[in-house]
């Protein structure tokens, strides 16, 4: 059974920074793309940053760019989403999803993604 499991949520005060895993079991995580989303209350699920299947594309929302990094460990079957300066806009339940795209290009809106995590919560709050 293919499923996606994220943790490393939290609470964390403005300015500090968190560590999303997203670990996968029952596939392989390195012939997909994996993306990072996330969903604040009463607002439309967006696309936070996603990498191609290669790790050689990234795409990053202008609101995290120079913030948080996405990064693959397909040896250990995990993409992470290394998130600095956080502020408290980007509270929200954060999800990674998988597909399979074409390895040459890398895709950012969640209806290009069929499998999808539970979700962890990142609250930024002093």
């Known amino acids: 059974q293919l499923q996606l499991v994220e943790s490393g949520g939290g609470l964390v005060q403005p300015g500090g920074s968190l560590r999303l895993s997203c670990a996968a079991s029952?596939?392989?995580?390195?012939?997909?793309?994996i993306g990072w989303f996330r969903q604040a209350p009463g607002k439309e699920r967006e696309g936070v940053s996603c990498?191609?299947?290669?790790?050689?594309?990234?795409n990053y929302a202008g609101s995290t760019k120079g913030r948080f990094t996405i990064s693959r460990n397909n040896a250990k079957n995990t993409v992470y989403l290394q998130m600095n300066s956080l502020k408290p806009e980007d509270t929200a339940v954060y999800y990674c999803?998988?597909?399979?795209?074409?390895?040459?290009?890398?895709?950012?809106?969640?209806?290009?993604?069929?499998?999808w995590g539970q979700g962890t919560q990142v609250t930024v709050s002093s």
């Open positions: 999803a998988a597909d399979v795209h074409n390895s040459g290009s890398v895709y950012c809106r969640f209806d290009q993604y069929t499998y």
């Open positions: 990498i191609s299947s290669s790790g050689g594309y990234t």
């Open positions: 029952g596939f392989t995580l390195e012939h997909y793309a």
